[in-house]
């Protein structure tokens, strides 16, 4: 009997890449915070509120990468059919998820003192909103499926077949919006005082650091969780040959 | 066996099963016709006109009796595992697909041909020959909105969500295609040339060409067990 390979051995480098961006991403924070509460200058318009955005638009960035890196790893699991794949479409896609999430909850809290509305029509709100709820589903349609290959393989269909609808998705919804005019001008960057930019830049980094920490994490849960199965499934057969049939 | 004739042998298949049966197509039909009645109580149409509102009612009708319709016909292919059957058949999956995909565009276009009249009735608009046109524009999208829920509907019926997953998934992907065709909708029945909605015209069918495709090299996948 094959007793599962225990995936300590074999998980050296990304194991010292965890940990090296535990540590970069433990001293960007705080540096970050201080950045953006006690450093950038208050924006002219729209005062203290604007600051969300250094949350909002690097959030923005890594839940955008999630949904990528998902179609990209669902591309490969279906061409390699290797788990290690699934399990980074797995993570990629959750933590799209979470970002996505942070972006639309700043999102209203922003832009009600400053457009005096929650939520608009307009076409990166919405776009955001439905591929929310499109990778919600994928995540739904994970925990639903009979098997852990199944799921694998259902997923990576659903992620290559969302990456292949966002560009649409978001056509779409521009053109609805027909002549509507652009309520949002923030990633412009022309306007951007250079004390800002550069506080940008350092969350963004901070937040794609903070990404791919978490991603790392979540694969190495996935592994986890893995070994823990085939456990089990050793186990039971081991009680089952030791009682009288 | 030409690719084409396993094809039509799945759509004919399907079709038959119904003209027997008559469980879907009644169903859906008074499904939608239901839906339809609900707005017509819900908003005054005396005082909303029908070409503001009429094409989103009439969209939400056919996606919601849609779904239904899709998730029905992978749902008999697995009671009794009669899927088995099929993918043992020495056909290509993506041929059972497109039959699949074709047979759920035949009913929900028979759906939309009954129920746009009706509508027009119902809601106080005047018939001409853009009514035709307007079924035609639904049908385009219906395309797209069975291609994808086709797919869709091979992985969740095979899940322990079936009926809930389904349009949990499929409503989302079908964003482009509902706009569209309630924007094709509205033009058509406002009278506006061809160019103020041709840019539509053009996303359904980019739309339907780019899931059939991708689906087919898909199918292979969601189909193995």
Same mark, same amino acid.
């Given at each position: 009997?094959?007793?599962?390979?225990?995936?300590?051995?074999?998980?050296?480098?990304?194991?010292?890449?965890?940990?090296?961006?535990?540590?970069?991403?433990?001293?960007?924070?705080?540096?970050?915070?201080?950045?953006?509460?006690?450093?950038?200058?208050?924006?002219?318009?729209?005062?203290?509120?604007?600051?969300?955005?250094?949350?909002?638009?690097?959030?923005?960035?890594?839940?955008?990468?999630?949904?990528?890196?998902?179609?990209?790893?669902?591309?490969?699991?279906?061409?390699?059919?290797?788990?290690?794949?699934?399990?980074?479409?797995?993570?990629?896609?959750?933590?799209?998820?979470?970002?996505?999430?942070?972006?639309?909850?700043?999102?209203?809290?922003?832009?009600?003192?400053?457009?005096?509305?929650?939520?608009?029509?307009?076409?990166?709100?919405?776009?955001?909103?439905?591929?929310?709820?499109?990778?919600?589903?994928?995540?739904?349609?994970?925990?639903?499926?009979?098997?852990?290959?199944?799921?694998?393989?259902?997923?990576?269909?659903?992620?290559?077949?969302?990456?292949?609808?966002?560009?649409?998705?978001?056509?779409?919804?521009?053109?609805?919006?027909?002549?509507?005019?652009?309520?949002?001008?923030?990633?412009?960057?022309?306007?951007?005082?250079?004390?800002?930019?550069?506080?940008?830049?350092?969350?963004?980094?901070?937040?794609?650091?903070?990404?791919?920490?978490?991603?790392?994490?979540?694969?190495?849960?996935?592994?986890?969780?893995?070994?823990?199965?085939?456990?089990?499934?050793?186990?039971?057969?081991?009680?089952?040959?030791?009682?009288?049939? | 066996?030409?690719?084409?004739?396993?094809?039509?042998?799945?759509?004919?298949?399907?079709?038959?099963?119904?003209?027997?049966?008559?469980?879907?197509?009644?169903?859906?039909?008074?499904?939608?016709?239901?839906? *339809?009645?609900?707005?017509?109580?819900?908003?005054?149409?005396?005082?909303?006109?029908?070409?503001?509102?009429?094409?989103?009612?009439?969209?939400?009708? &056919?996606?919601?009796?849609?779904?239904?319709?899709?998730?029905?016909?992978?749902?008999?292919?697995?009671?009794?595992?009669?899927?088995?059957?099929?993918?043992?058949?020495?056909?290509?999956?993506?041929?059972?697909?497109?039959?699949?995909?074709?047979?759920?565009?035949?009913?929900?276009?028979?759906?939309?041909?009954? *129920?746009?009249?009706?509508?027009?009735?119902?809601?106080? &608009?005047?018939?001409?020959?853009?009514?035709?046109?307007?079924? *035609?524009?639904?049908?385009?999208?219906?395309? /797209?909105?069975?291609?994808? /829920?086709?797919?869709?509907?091979?992985?969740?019926?095979?899940?322990?969500?079936?009926?809930?997953?389904?349009?949990?998934?499929?409503?989302?992907?079908?964003?482009?295609?509902?706009?569209?065709?309630?924007?094709?909708?509205?033009?058509?029945?406002?009278?506006?040339?061809?160019?103020?909605?041709?840019?539509?015209?053009?996303?359904?069918?980019?739309?339907?060409?780019? &899931?059939?495709?991708?689906?087919?090299?898909?199918?292979?996948?969601?189909?193995?067990?």
């Amino acid at each position: 009997m094959a007793v599962p390979e225990m995936s300590r051995s074999r998980t050296a480098w990304p194991d010292l890449a965890e940990k090296a961006l535990f540590v970069l991403v433990a001293v960007l924070v705080p540096v970050c915070l201080h950045a953006i509460f006690r450093t950038v200058p208050t924006e002219e318009k729209m005062g203290v509120v604007q600051r969300i955005f250094y949350f909002h638009v690097p959030s923005a960035l890594a839940g955008f990468l999630g949904v990528g890196l998902c179609a990209l790893f669902s591309a490969l699991y279906l061409w390699k059919r290797d788990r290690r794949m699934d399990l980074l479409a797995h993570a990629s896609a959750e933590l799209g998820v979470l970002f996505l999430t942070i972006v639309l909850l700043t999102g209203p809290i922003w832009a009600r003192p400053v457009w005096g509305v929650w939520w608009t029509g307009e076409v990166r709100l919405t776009s955001t909103l439905v591929l929310w709820l499109l990778y919600a589903g994928y995540l739904i349609l994970r925990q639903s499926a009979g098997s852990p290959e199944q799921a694998a393989r259902f997923c990576a269909v659903i992620g290559l077949v969302g990456a292949l609808d966002v560009p649409i998705i978001y056509y779409s919804v521009e053109w609805w919006r027909g002549l509507h005019p652009k309520v949002l001008k923030v990633s412009g960057g022309q306007g951007l005082d250079p004390a800002m930019a550069q506080t940008l830049a350092l969350c963004s980094t901070t937040f794609i650091l903070l990404f791919f920490l978490l991603l790392l994490q979540r694969v190495r849960l996935g592994r986890l969780q893995d070994d823990v199965e085939s456990l089990k499934v050793l186990a039971d057969r081991r009680t089952s040959h030791m009682e009288p049939a | 066996m030409t690719y084409l004739r396993a094809v039509l042998l799945v759509a004919g298949r399907d079709l038959r099963v119904e003209l027997r049966s008559r469980e879907q197509a009644v169903t859906l039909l008074f499904f939608a016709l239901l839906v *339809l009645v609900v707005f017509n109580f819900a908003f005054d149409f005396t005082v909303i006109d029908f070409v503001t509102l009429g094409p989103g009612v009439l969209w939400v009708a &056919f996606i919601f009796s849609g779904v239904l319709a899709i998730s029905r016909s992978f749902q008999i292919e697995r009671e009794q595992d009669r899927i088995q059957g099929i993918l043992m058949a020495p056909i290509d999956r993506s041929a059972f697909y497109l039959g699949k995909v074709a047979a759920t565009v035949l009913f929900m276009a028979a759906v939309e041909t009954i *129920l746009v009249p009706v509508a027009v009735v119902m809601f106080n &608009f005047r018939f001409s020959a853009r009514i035709a046109f307007v079924i *035609l524009a639904l049908i385009l999208n219906t395309v /797209g909105f069975a291609a994808v /829920g086709t797919l869709f509907a091979a992985m969740t019926t095979s899940t322990r969500r079936a009926e809930l997953l389904l349009p949990l998934l499929l409503f989302p992907a079908a964003v482009p295609v509902a706009l569209a065709a309630v924007k094709t909708t509205t033009h058509l029945l406002a009278g506006h040339p061809f160019a103020a909605y041709g840019h539509w015209v053009g996303m359904s069918a980019a739309y339907d060409l780019i &899931f059939l495709a991708a689906a087919v090299l898909l199918c292979d996948y969601v189909l193995e067990d």
